[in-house]
Structures are given as C-alpha cells and as structure tokens.
C-alpha cells in the first residue's frame, strides 16, 4: 500500500520565487492536512481539507500561502512570493476521517535563500 | 487556550532502560495522539487514545482523563528507539495541537 506521497522531497529556490508542494493521500483518506514544521515552533497546523472541502485554514501564516485539493487523490500548497522565513520542512498527512489516525508523509525540505 | 505540554523536552538512557514520556492537555481535547519522529524526519503515528491504555510491542501509551495527563512507555529501550516522540491532542475532533516533542537517544 503506498502512504502518502509528497513531491519534491527538496527545494531550494531563491526568495520571490514561486514554490509549490504537492501531496497525494492515501486512497480511501478523505481528510487532508498540510502541517509546518520549524525548530523555532514545532509542528503546526497550516490548512486541512475534508471530502476536499477545506475547513480550517486559520494556521495559514498570510496571503501568501495558498492551498488547494481539486480532488480527493491530489493537493496543492503554493507559496507566492517566497520569503527566507518560510524555510521549513512542510508534511502532508492523510486520515479517514479527522478523529482518525493521521498517516504522514516523507515531508518536503524547503529552503528559501 | 489548548495546550499540550510535554516532559521531558531531552531523555537519555541506557540500552534496557524502562522509559517514561509525560504529556499533559488542556480542556477541549478529545484524543491524545503519540507520533514518533526518526532522525530522518518521517512521523509515524504511534497511538491514538482517548480513554484506557494501549500497547504495541514495547509501546504502551496510557490517559488519565480525569488528570488530562497521558504517558508514552518503553519497555527494553533499544538504540533503535532513539528519535523524537511527540505528543498531539485532538481538538474539535480534527485539529491535532502539537506538544514540543522529547529527544530520546538510547545508547548500547
């Protein structure tokens, strides 16, 4: 059974550019979450979608993050414009329901310069 | 304010060695989850409890939801256990609340 798959697994881009992190969930899954990860503040809650449908997007940090699932196999988390400070690792993580057990993916490493 | 507070944030021990993490929570919590962090960053979810206890192996995670207090055991520490172990609580039956997270190393 493939777990939850997140692409790149790496980025480095410079400050400005447009940096977006995709994320296909386990199949049957139908709540989605996108987390942050940071030394300064540990793990946070960006936005999570259920039935793709997002519900919560109060930990998304300001306008410049955006995020979207078309569907239920695929979602999408944009950053436009970057900033050094978005540097993190960014996991998606997937569930049957949101009282589920939470299924994570690899993570992407985003650094900003 | 929902919290999540864990102790120790840094565990040391030897190869053997019975193994104890604390969590606490604050109201509005329904669930406690235990995820494990490896050096290489992947999170692997442990337990999900919300009453009793649980066990996995050498893993038992109990909840006293009366004291909003749950603990993460390890029986026989193994080098391979050494990674971050981090406590969520489930809020509004689908916000996970992160604690701080403990560094574990094991050593031989």
């Avoid at chain 1, 400050?15 to 946070?44: A, D």
């Amino acid at each position: 059974d493939a777990g939850v798959i997140q692409s790149p697994r790496h980025e480095v881009t410079e400050m400005g550019q447009e940096v977006t992190l995709r994320c296909k969930p386990i199949s049957g899954h139908n709540s989605l979450f996108w987390y942050r990860q940071t030394m300064m503040r540990g793990l946070e809650l960006l936005i999570y979608f259920n039935n793709n449908v997002p519900i919560d997007d109060s930990g998304m940090p300001e306008d410049r993050f955006s995020a979207k699932m078309p569907n239920a196999s695929f979602s999408t988390l944009k950053i436009q414009p970057s900033e050094p400070r978005d540097s993190a690792v960014y996991f998606c993580a997937s569930s049957f329901s949101g009282s589920q057990p939470q299924h994570f993916g690899d993570g992407t490493r985003l650094s900003i310069l | 304010k929902n919290e999540v507070e864990q102790s120790p944030q840094n565990l040391t021990a030897q190869e053997g060695e019975f193994i104890t993490i604390n969590c606490s929570y604050s109201v509005g919590i329904s669930a406690l989850h235990w995820l494990q962090q490896h050096p290489g960053g992947g999170i692997v979810s442990l337990f999900m409890l919300s009453s009793g206890k649980k066990k996995h192996g050498r893993l038992i995670a109990t909840i006293n939801i009366q004291e909003k207090h749950s603990s993460l055991h390890i029986t026989a520490s193994h080098p391979r256990d050494s990674a971050v172990y981090i406590c969520a609580g489930l809020y509004n039956t689908d916000k996970l609340i992160f604690g701080t997270g403990t560094r574990l190393q094991v050593f031989p």
